[in-house]
């Protein structure tokens, strides 16, 4: 799970892939099952967007859904 500070827009939305999103007071939760390739990829572009993150979560994997656990 990643806490972004703000509110990701559609367009940066789209392009960030298969993940899920929902919208906090002031912040973005986003979360989803991702490959240390695709969350270098999902930094960069939030970085390269102004975007900062504050919060960073790894969850295990459960290995019946390969969702994370929980």
Not at 13 to 29: D, E, F, K
Not at 32 to 39: V, Y
């Amino acid at each position: 799970m990643l806490r972004i500070r703000g509110i990701i827009g559609p367009l940066l939305r789209i392009s960030l892939g298969n993940v899920h999103y929902r919208a906090v007071p002031c912040q973005t939760t986003i979360t989803g099952a991702l490959s240390e390739a695709a969350l270098h990829k999902l930094l960069t572009r939030l970085d390269e967007s102004g975007l900062e993150v504050v919060h960073l979560q790894r969850f295990p994997l459960r290995a019946d859904t390969l969702t994370p656990a929980g």
